[in-house]
């Protein structure tokens, strides 16, 4: 009970009553990115779909309607919708906020920025357009919006999607956005290197084994996890992004590629034959065919037309699988046991994620991405079923040969010789699964130095830098060895991304991040990015004056350098804050931190392009 309590908490945490009147004006400082400004919004049904922006704004408020539920959602219907959300700064400064439209699947979507009845600016989205129109690259729509002191925007969209229509409004602070999605990022590659890893291990063991229950895993989880990216959009970001017609019918082709190999795979794995069940036999070939029929109509069809029955039938095979593996479960087949949970998991996914998108359920990281936990739990499930079954055939072979062995004392000889050949093949299984295991352990280190770089720079991250310092600071304290700290911040570097863009401040932290790694050479030293434009450096057993020196240098290499960014020279500054300690045992990290992020602020604070020592 305490579980399910502990489940339930986590669902719910984050929940916002907050409401804000129809009308009033939507305050930016108040809004939470819990909050979906979609049900503040007031909305107009276009049911030929003819009105222009003109028409739209000569409507008075009285012909506005407002949201009915928590959540926009109007189903899939053949209308085209406007929405009016008003947004107020009660600021004295100008704020820069993401509007984000949390349903990555709308065909069109036109926003229009009103400001004192003016228009200042459109944007027009959709995954019917090529992923490049984006004013911003990401996998949900965002809207740029800036807000004067004290000023007031009116935001404008029609969409017109054969998709659900569905309007989950965020609006998000620029910082706080990408905090967020980076987590939101970690969390979808660590379903899909669940998927990846699931796949190439049971491909292994298909291929040492010969058994087409592993093939039809593999390729059910292929299927799951197309799915899953297809309607994340993480494939049209990265894939195909200009294919917009296959973008929308890859998601029902996935859909029903799973239902079709998740079928076959349960068949074989619970062996289930017309000669042994006809009737269930009869009627999993029928769910395979029906998905095979929609995998073809959805390269034929409309995706609204497809989906509804995909989605039918998806539920329908996967309740019939956990009855299914109930039953067995029931009748004593213990490997019955993980392949009924792998399914429920996934079915209670899809019904957690069904009611936060209805608003039954609060939106946060669980909720929102349920399916994939679900999903992940059963590849993991499954293949424990898998090994569970195989477990089980090779306990009941041996005791099998035991009892052949007890009643054919006169064919001792000729059984000891086929248990050797029995034995021999089993010490090459094993051998060949150790040697598949083995790769998969240079895979997961491979996976665990790529989680440890900073994927912009290629030297370390924050969380590597944490490691490594609490491992050498301890040391030091140790061995009474001296430590050294340098903390490198770039000069006036949102200047550098104003000016010039992004993709030249992204080009900048990497010569600064080379420049710090052709200066510190010792493999002892340990060179990462802390965060932004902001690096440091791990000196262990290196003296103040010795680590003066590498900052000094590291300053003045910088401060040569020219780097051309697209035809424009851009010359760079750093400022350095460095401390030196012996570490006592109660001394702690966070003290000579602070003491380099001291001296660091000092050297802003003086001038920039300078070193600092704490002392």
């Known amino acids: 009970m305490r579980i399910i309590a502990f489940i339930w908490l986590l669902i719910v945490s984050g929940h916002s009553s907050a409401e804000t009147p129809l009308g009033s004006g939507v305050d930016i400082d108040v809004v939470t990115q819990s909050d979906d400004l979609g049900r503040r919004a007031a909305y107009i049904e276009d049911s030929a779909g003819k009105l222009e922006l003109e028409d739209v704004l000569e409507f008075s408020d009285n012909e506005w309607s407002g949201s009915t539920g928590k959540l926009v959602n109007f189903g899939y219907s053949t209308s085209a919708y406007w929405f009016k959300l008003e947004l107020v700064n009660r600021q004295d400064v100008a704020q820069k906020r993401i509007l984000e439209v949390g349903y990555s699947v709308l065909d069109y979507l036109s926003v229009y920025v009103m400001r004192g009845g003016e228009q200042v600016d459109a944007f027009f989205l959709g995954d019917k357009l090529h992923f490049s129109e984006r004013p911003i690259s990401n996998r949900n729509f965002l809207i740029p919006l800036e807000l004067g002191e004290g000023g007031r925007l009116t935001v404008i969209l029609r969409v017109k999607t054969n998709s659900a229509v569905q309007l989950p409004l965020s609006l998000w602070s620029v910082e706080r956005f990408y905090e967020t999605d980076q987590l ?20 292994f063991v298909f291929i040492a084994v010969s058994e087409k229950t592993y093939l039809y895993y593999v390729i059910y989880i292929a299927f799951m996890a197309l799915f899953l990216a297809s309607l994340n959009s993480f494939t049209f970001q990265y894939l195909w992004p200009d294919a917009t017609w296959w973008n929308d019918q890859s998601i029902v082709l996935f859909l029903n590629g799973g239902v079709i190999f998740g079928a076959l795979f349960s068949l074989s794995f619970l062996s289930i034959h017309p000669s042994s069940h006809r009737l269930l036999s009869y009627f999993m070939s029928l769910n395979i065919a029906g998905g095979g029929i929609l995998m073809v109509l959805s390269l034929l069809l409309p995706y609204n037309m497809v989906i509804r029955p995909t989605i039918f039938l998806a539920m329908a095979v996967c309740i019939a699988l956990i009855l299914l593996g109930a039953y067995r479960w029931y009748r004593g087949d213990l490997s019955a046991r993980y392949f009924t949970v792998a399914w429920f998991s996934l079915l209670l996914g899809g019904v957690i994620l069904a009611l936060n998108k209805f608003s039954v359920l609060p939106q946060n990281l669980f ?5 994939q936990i679900g999903s992940a739990i059963e590849i993991i499930l499954l293949s424990l079923a898998l090994a569970d079954r195989l477990y089980q055939e090779k306990r009941l072979s041996i ?26 093949a089993n010490v090459l299984l094993e051998r060949r699964v150790s040697e598949r295991t083995v790769e998969l352990e240079k895979l997961n280190k491979r996976l665990r130095e790529l989680s440890s770089t900073d994927a912009l720079t290629g030297v370390k991250n924050r969380g590597s830098f944490e490691n490594a310092f609490e491992k050498l600071f301890v040391a030091a304290a140790r061995y009474s060895r001296p430590i050294s700290l340098l903390i490198i911040d770039v000069d006036h570097f949102k200047t550098v991304n104003d000016e010039y863009g992004h993709q030249a401040g992204d080009a900048c932290l990497k010569s600064v991040a080379d420049i710090l790694v052709k200066v510190v050479s010792r493999p002892q030293d340990l060179v990462a990015r802390y965060g932004g434009e902001e690096f440091v450096i791990l000196l262990p057993d290196t003296l103040e004056q010795g680590a003066l020196q590498i900052a000094e ?8 350098c020219e780097l051309n960014v697209n035809g424009a020279g851009i010359n760079l500054t750093v400022s350095v804050g460095v401390t030196t300690m012996v570490p006592k045992p109660s001394d702690s990290r966070s003290e000579m931190f602070g003491l380099a992020d001291k001296a660091l602020y000092k050297a802003k604070e003086t001038g920039r392009n300078k070193v600092e020592s704490a002392s």
């Open 184 to 203: 939101k990022l970690i969390f979808h590659g660590i379903y899909f290197g669940i998927a990846l890893v699931m796949m190439i291990y049971n491909l």
């Open 367 to 371: 909720t929102e991405n349920a399916t």
């Open 399 to 424: 005791a099998a040969q035991h009892r052949a062995l007890m009643q054919e004392r006169a064919a001792r000889v000729a059984q000891e010789s086929a248990l050797n050949v029995q034995r021999e």
């Open 553 to 560: 240098k590291v300053r003045s290499l910088i401060e040569v």
